[in-house]
């Protein structure tokens, strides 16, 4: 298998995205609506570009978590494909957009619907196997071994778990924006077809269609987006990771200044400040307060100790490069082979598995135990 990751990294913050760049779409992938669809997207005034701008930013958004997908170790058994279906979603989320700009939209806001599914179920099977011992339940859905739970009672798990910051969207939004995505995999009523939407049959997009189809991922999307954040708290307290760890920072914990600012973007100032404010108000809310306190117990490096970090060649680098520029360039890199790992990981049918490290830590009880008897 081959996999394809993009990463943005910045000197200075962007003002701007394009559907085209966060999704990394080529000219051979749009057919010739396509290709007009877009350029009236990118024309369009308010309130139309405001939709527009906001469904750039949560899809860039919803990337950046990839950066987020911890792997830890069960006691025993296999574990690499935890990140599957966010991987799916992502994958998902990408031929939605590809789909609604060449005009299929009936196909895409199916394909809408998949993708918020794999992304809410990859959060509960993330919450359901904390304290498990092993991940053979999520195992044996993944190969087909067992059927999944119903959406219905995930959605119900997920709401109930989930934090409630008081400008989340996702309590109010996400059973309803589903029911509306559950009509393109079923059966539409004739206000939600897409001949209706449309106009017609005809090949062209209309503007209602393509304001109706931005709309509803807009929506998604959002929902999406709070429930990533709210199981994952650390999206909103980005961190200087390379001047604490360089280039070796551990993995899935923390997202960085530059992951940090698109999460902002897609929140809102107002969200986003909201959502800080309410886990800064939780006390001891785990693991967030240990691991940021983990975090500040790490002393700064100085911008040698950071560089000293990296041992690789930095292909097409000048020598003389500011550190600034360095460190932009080490991080995309960085951030490349990571998220590459978690695609390659996410997909491996054989994976290897963890030894029962109940058998050796009851060999370390004894062996200490005997040492002390003997001390004594």
């Not at 992938?29 to 949560?58: H, K």
Request: net charge negative.
């Amino acid at each position: 298998m081959q996999f394809s990751v993009k990463v943005r990294v910045f000197k200075v913050p962007p003002d701007y995205l394009s559907l085209r760049g966060v999704w990394d779409i080529d000219d051979s992938e749009f057919a010739p609506n396509g290709a007009i669809a877009l350029e009236r997207l990118e024309a369009y005034p308010d309130p139309m570009q405001t939709i527009y701008r906001d469904v750039c930013w949560q899809g860039q958004a919803l990337i950046e978590f990839q950066d987020l997908q911890e792997m830890p170790f069960p006691q025993n058994g296999r574990f690499m494909n935890l990140g599957y279906l966010y991987c799916e979603s992502l994958n998902a989320l990408r031929q939605v957009v590809i789909c609604a700009l060449n005009g299929q939209v009936h196909a895409a806001l199916a394909a809408l619907r998949s993708s918020l599914e794999a992304l809410v179920y990859h959060y509960w099977w993330r919450r359901k196997l904390f304290l498990a011992g092993d991940n053979e339940a999520f195992y044996n859905w993944l190969f087909g071994k067992e059927r999944n739970a119903r959406f219905a009672a995930v959605i119900s798990d997920t709401l109930n778990d989930l934090p409630r910051p008081p400008e989340a969207v996702v309590f109010d939004e996400l059973r309803t924006v589903y029911s509306q995505l559950c009509s393109y995999a079923h059966k539409a009523t004739l206000d939600e077809a897409i001949a209706t939407i449309r106009g017609g049959n005809v090949k062209e997009h209309s503007d209602y269609e393509i304001f109706y189809w931005l709309s509803m991922l807009g929506k998604t999307q959002r929902s999406m987006l709070d429930v990533a954040v709210l199981s994952s708290p650390h999206a909103v307290f980005p961190v200087d990771i390379y001047r604490k760890f360089g280039f070796n920072p551990p993995l899935g914990v923390f997202l960085d200044q530059f992951s940090g600012y698109y999460v902002g973007k897609a929140l809102g100032e107002s969200t986003h400040n909201a959502y800080r404010e309410h886990f800064k108000n939780i006390e001891n809310i785990e693991p967030l307060s240990s691991q940021m306190a983990w975090y500040e117990e790490f002393p700064d490096l100085t911008d040698e100790e950071v560089l000293a970090t990296w041992h690789d060649e930095v292909p097409g680098e000048p020598s003389n490069s500011s550190f600034e520029d360095k460190l932009v360039r080490r991080a995309a890199l960085m951030k490349a082979k990571v998220r590459a790992l978690l695609w390659s990981f996410s997909y491996m049918r054989e994976t290897p598995e963890m030894p029962d490290i109940r058998d050796l830590m009851r060999v370390l009880a004894e062996a200490l135990s005997k040492d002390t008897e003997e001390s004594a």
